[in-house]
């Protein structure tokens, strides 16, 4: 973010949506998305026109048509390559990547992990909703094992992926979670995405209504979810509910214990920070695979040298050194001779 | 002793050896010293997929062959007059191409027991006599450079290792090369190493000074400097001539270049020759495979880069979609293919034009877009820049078929005049272009029917593009049959129109009274000159066009193939561009195929016309 610009107009809502019909059906948990994204974009602060929005394929990638920024609705799974193209050439944008759990973690799952490793300047937004909804209905890479659709008859034998876990192994500098029914906290950690410098990676719990419906259910009832949901805050006891916590085990893992049973002191305090992944990674298998407690919220926002300034910063290097390079000294350049 | 020098007007020199003999430095070398020295020439690289096949073995064999001479020639040349053999394993893989009376020089330490049974000699065949319609120099050269290199304080092994530099020093001598070149090459690569520096040195000078004092050669050899056009020369490979190319198309367009790649053989040089020229401003991205290199090139010239891919037939494939999102969006985009032959991983350091097909055809839907093909190494340069205009013109993405043989194969290239170069500079567009003052991305300029290309950042033009259809005009998703239709066919309309905008076809015909064509493309250029020149020397009336223009064909194409009573296509593949003439033309094309990993020969070739031109008669 340290060469966008910013914007010298207050923006509102309005000014970021497109004149395009919303296409999507109804109670698709994508409406939520697109508010919240709509109603972050002003406070972001970035010019309209240095902002662009690149998606692949499935429902979540018709995003871009309904923003009134700069947009690609590219093709299945190779958003976040272009994307790299993009933000490589171009420091001066803020790029954000629409993606879903079968276009980003199955066709297109090499280069998330790649662009998340070499830290290109992008924020990457998956919407994952466990299922493949725009092809209607086959499991995903996400979809739980057993998960009876119409290309899983008897149920899938697939294990699935965690796609939190998946980011931290690709070492993401950001890694997050949230809900689309939850706005606030869906803008709280946009917000943060938009403020880290590299890669974020943001997963989206998201419903599809169609094929998946209620999928993340108990962690939307009021009653339920406080009982559910690990609120990650940095600095903050990292607490299921009241009454239960998160300890560290024998073997570095975490687990989940009553506080009155092991005592407030043995509560771990949560830190975004730490350098090392493995602790944000043991965090991101607490919930793995039921949902008794889902960590949602930041696990990691740890700085590093952006691809795009390290990229920028050879060029540079190499026109201090040598010189900016001019052709013609190029063309005649090694062994040459003349004939008169 | 003073000895004779005897004059000749052209020499073919193939050096071959094992894997590790360094036979591509060796060449390399003795044609810098060559280039220098003036003469025209022409080279072929042939080495193995394996980096270090089994030593001594038949599929170890690497050899470089330099064609030169004191006059413009267009190929490496069909067959050796001398061969440098550094083990049984080279002569066997190489003494069929030798024509009767060709020098065979043997490196005869290497003539063991052991190592002629590796390849199946039963008996050495330098001694019995199975080689007497050559003229076979025995030397030992690993041992002569170990004992000239005794005093050294290296091992053993890079004493063994420096014979390679035996091997140049004694054919520089031969033929009469400067040396200055080598010594400066030497200096600079081992600059770290002044101890195998002064052995190397040593080894070249002990080769030179062989070939001066034994009786063995008592005739050296002396090509005089061709009569090129006046002007500066370097030698350039295609690979390094596409890759200046690309920047100076760059330069001339007034955009950044960014090279989106994975490694390919044979392109990977131009990865790593761009990689070298950061301070042109050049972005080189080395993808995690082929589909994120050439999405990474579309992002940045979505961004307003010069967007280049690079690669080779089977990473082709793999860009197929993108190419396909490429057409779509109406973006400029170099892609560059250096086919090898195939199909799958076929053979990846040898030679094929088999993928025009697949560059013309190898998409879904109606996917049209241009496609280009360089004639020589030297002509890789004025394609990258052709390529450029092309993209950045029409906005769309550009094919450029190379091959291996073009990509390693080098040539005198007189270096262009900066000033002389085309001016490409692009406008991006800054203002909306709507009644309303909004702004259409698909709005078309009425002369080239590409639409505006406003790259984000600009205020006021925000707008979406992607590979779903859109509506012409405003870009909105549209699935309306009418818009479709018409949207195809001012695609295919936009590249057909380039017709207009590139010379017409040129046909050489120096009497006029041709009756037979021969009609080539890509990088057969030299092989099909040089089998025309021949039969014209012996009196054959042969006319020969070369396309460098695949897509759209040059506007007169049809009217050139019409005035011939037969027309002759050459072609390393099956028949690819015959069968795009004849569906094209309705002109019953005669095609000539073969496919074996190697550039035609010219006097095969010559064979083939006169054939052609006899059955008229």
Redesign the interface.
Known sequence: MKLVPRADVSYKMKDFK?D?EVRWCPGCGDYAILAAFQGFLPELGV??????I?SGIGCSSRF??YL?????????G?AP??????????P??SVWVITGDGDGLSIGG??LI?ALRRNVNINVLLFNNRIYGLTKGQYSPTSEPGKVTKSSPMGSLDSPFNPVSLALGAEAGFVARTVDSDRKHLTGVLRAAADHEGASFVEIYQNCPIFNDDAFEPLKDPAERDTRLLRLEHGEPLLVGADRGVVLGEYGELGVADVAEVGEERILRHDAHRADPGYAFALSRLDYPAFDHVPVGIFRDVARPTYDEL?AE??G???A?????E??G??????????? | MTKQVRQLDRVIIRFAGDSGDGMQLTGDRFTQETASFGNDLSTLPNFPAEIRAPAGTLPGVSSFQLHFADHDIMTPGDAPDVLVAMNPAALKANVDDLPDGAVVIVNTDEFTKRNLAKVGYGGDPVEDGSLSRLKVSPVPLTSMTVKALEDFDISKKDAQRAKNMFALGLLSWMYNRPTEGTHGFLKSKFAQKPEILAANLAAFQAGWNFGETTEDFAVSYEVKPARLAPGTYRNITGNVAISYGLIAGARLSGLPLFLGSYPITPASDILHELSKHKRFGVRTFQAEDEIAGVGAALGASFGGSLGVTTTSGPGMVLKAETLGLAVMTELPLIVIDVQRAGPSTGMPTKTEQADLLMAMFGRNGESPLPVLAPRSPSDCFDIAIEATRIAVTYRTPVIVLSDGYLANGSEPWRIPDVGGLPDLSVEFTTAPNGPDGGFLPYHRDPETLARPWAVPGTPGLEHRIGGIEKSSGSGDISYSPANHDLMVRTRQAKVDGIARDIPPLEVDDPTGDARVLVLGWGGTYGSIGAAVRRVRRAGGHVAQAHLRHLSPFPANLGEVLRAYDRVLVPEINLGQLALLLRGRFLVDVIGYTKVRGLPFKAEELAGVLQEVIDRGE
């Open positions: 497109s395009q010019p309209r026109e240095n902002i662009v690149v871009p048509y009134s920024t700069y947009g690609m609705h590219s093709i299945h190779r390559a272009i994307a790299t193209g993009l933000a490589a050439s171009r001066d944008l090499n280069h790649h990229m050879q060029l290097e190499a026109q050194v040598q010189g900016r390079g052709l013609a190029l063309l005649a350049s090694g062994d040459t001779w003349t004939v008169d």
